[in-house]
């Protein structure tokens, strides 16, 4: 388990980093983190209080199944939408969007 907790981020790239090896994440729902945490699918996301945040570990240690497919449904969505390639190729497709504008 990866608990990031923030109270303000740009993208979260270290959760990022723990979703693409596998590794389930409970993260704070701020800044970019909902935008690659999405809640109850690829990891849960949480307020940033203390109570909050250990209800959020014990839903991730305590419910059978949960981290396994949090787990797998992260993986493969940090393989498809952020490797260098993809990123790259996102960015440059940005790039022409705005200067057709």
């Known amino acids: 388990m990866f608990v990031y ?38 990891g849960l996301l949480t307020a940033n209080d203390e109570v909050s945040i250990a209800h959020a570990m014990r839903r991730l240690l305590n419910e059978e199944g949960l981290a396994e497919t949090l787990r797998a449904a992260a993986h493969a969505m940090a393989s498809a939408r952020f490797t260098a390639a ?16």
């Open 5 to 42: 907790i923030s109270r303000s981020e740009g993208l979260g790239s270290a959760a990022l980093l723990a979703m693409a090896h596998g590794v389930p994440v409970v993260a704070s729902q701020v800044g970019g983190l909902p935008e690659i945490v999405e809640h109850d699918r690829t």
């Open 86 to 101: 993809t990123m790259a190729s996102e960015t440059l497709a940005a790039y022409r969007r705005a200067l057709v504008r």
